[in-house]
């Protein structure tokens, strides 16, 4: 694996780390667009513990790196999905930030 790899996949697990760390901690800048989305509240675990997953996932990647592929085509769908709810919530200003979180992913896959 590269140097280049190795950052891009330890950025992309911190930013998926972060997100989901953000959810549980209910932080105001996470929780309130959800809810303004309409995202049920009885999600947000499940979303926050995705994300962790995903994170985790990657690298858990440096070892054993199908985990790691697995892992980044998850986070990819993830965001994609949060992009299209944003999408769906007509919140148009909002729609780069899921695309900003799901880049080092994609970044992850383009890399191994």
């Known amino acids: 694996m590269s140097t ?12 998926a780390g972060f ?5 549980f901690f209910r932080a105001k800048f ?3 667009p959800l809810a303004e989305y309409g ?3 009885s999600w947000w675990n499940l979303l926050g513990a995705a994300k962790l997953a995903g994170a985790v996932g990657l690298l858990v ?3 054993v790196p199908a985990i790691g ?6 986070l990819v769908l993830y965001f994609a999905g ?5 999408i769906r919530a007509r919140a148009y200003g909002h729609v780069p930030f899921p695309l900003l979180y799901m880049a080092p992913a994609v970044a992850v896959l383009a890399l191994v």
């Open 39 to 41: 995202v049920p509240r």
């Open 69 to 74: 592929i697995a892992a980044a085509i998850g």
């Open 82 to 86: 949060a992009a299209i709810t944003v």
């Open 4 to 15: 280049t790899a190795i950052v891009v996949t330890a950025v992309a697990a911190f930013m």
């Open 19 to 23: 997100s989901g760390a953000s959810i």
């Open 61 to 63: 990647g440096y070892a």
């Open 30 to 32: 996470v929780v309130e």
